[in-house]
């Protein structure tokens, strides 16, 4: 493979050649140009763009943006971040499933050869770049990183939970049956009691126009949680709503996004968007409306709903997505981990580092068995 780093100042040049690509790829929804599109053309800085080639064909995509850090020592780290940025107030719109765009050929091969291109010195946006940020990497994944020799950190690790409707549907067996006997009794209870409001129904938005109506309702919710609890929440962030927005204009007529009302007669008890794709339903976004009876789980409920929707609609997999959230693990079962990884060139700037968290990690640790010993 050769490699190249680009930059494509008309984003319709670069989106032909992603779809063409996305094509001969196995990918998630994160991946795809309209997600990809959309972040390039709302992010503020210009990303630099990797392209693999095998011979002359593009085996290989990934989109990169320059950071630096500053941790334990004075000077700055300078880095890249793929499909993500480094900045907690653009990159709450959370990447997972990440990786490079890689045609099926080559998977397994030519990310451990990108990997090792972009550590091996090369000045990207005027800069040696001496370090990688791989966000959102899919548990299974990570091999192929500690596969190049080079130095790796785990950032972090977060569980997945999905429900695997291809077996449901084999089984016959319906979703809440599945569930515990303390799970399964507490949504049919929830059903039960907002049944005598009226019918439960789960209705999509069918047009932009809707679609966005939608998510103004569902942001209403979800501001309501989140700031009684102390937390900003997503749409505290300027981008997070500007990137929805378009994305939803976007993807929704391509059917890649769902907007849905979960409804109780007439009262609305809860909003979800979702992302459709390669038979996949990725759980993104959500509202509810909490009510003070505790026992009204509108969260439960309007999961366990859609949940027997695309299983009658033939999807293959409800993905919750990231996040240790008690009711992810109650209504799913494990899927793969998302891995933050730091991938770094052997500079003697970073040998330093390591060597002063670890004896920080040792003071930390020490001084805390010092206090749990009196």
Not at 27 to 44: C, Q, R, S, T
Request: with cysteine; aromatic share 10%; proline share 5%.
């Amino acid at each position: 493979m050769r490699f190249e780093v680009r930059s494509f100042p008309d984003l319709a040049e670069l989106g032909q050649l992603w779809r063409g690509l996305q094509a001969r790829a196995e990918h998630a929804f994160f991946l795809d140009w309209g997600w990809i599109g959309v972040w390039l053309a709302e992010a503020p800085t210009q990303a630099s763009i990797l392209v693999g080639w095998a011979g002359e064909e593009p085996v290989l995509l990934g989109a990169l943006m320059p950071s630096a850090r500053r941790d334990v020592l004075p000077v700055p780290v300078h880095g890249l971040h793929l499909h993500d940025t480094g900045q907690d107030a653009l990159d709450v719109i959370t990447i997972e499933y990440n990786g490079f765009l890689v045609d099926r050929a080559w998977q397994g091969q030519a990310e451990a050869e990108a990997v090792q291109f972009l550590l091996r010195g090369q000045r990207i946006a005027g800069r040696r770049r001496d370090e990688l940020h791989l966000r959102g990497i899919a548990g299974g994944l990570d091999g192929l990183v500690f596969g190049t020799g080079l130095e790796t950190t785990v950032v972090s690790r977060q569980p997945s939970w999905l429900v695997d409707l291809a077996d449901l549907r084999t089984s016959g067996q319906p979703y809440l049956a599945t569930l515990s006997a303390n799970t399964r009794y507490q949504i049919r209870r929830s059903m039960r009691l907002y049944s005598e409001r009226g019918p439960l129904v789960v209705e999509r938005a069918n047009t932009v126009e809707q679609g966005l109506a939608y998510l103004d309702a569902l942001k209403a919710l979800h501001q309501r949680y989140w700031v009684r609890r102390g937390e900003p929440g997503a749409f505290a962030f300027p981008f997070f709503e500007r990137f929805q927005r378009r994305l939803i204009a976007e993807c929704l007529p391509l059917g890649s996004i769902e907007l849905l009302r979960i409804r109780a007669g007439t009262q609305d008890i809860g909003y979800l968007y979702n992302f459709v794709y390669a038979g996949r339903v990725l759980s993104y976004q959500s509202g509810f409306n909490y009510e003070t009876d505790p026992r009204l789980k509108p969260g439960m409920v309007s999961h366990a709903l859609c949940i027997e929707r695309h299983v009658r609609d033939g999807a293959g997999f409800y993905d919750f997505l990231a996040g240790d959230a008690r009711y992810k693990a109650s209504l799913g079962t494990p899927g793969p981990e998302m891995v933050y990884l730091r991938v770094e060139r052997p500079t003697l700037v970073l040998r330093i580092e390591r060597a002063l968290k670890s004896l920080l990690r040792r003071v930390t640790g020490t001084a805390i068995a010092r206090h749990e010993e009196h």
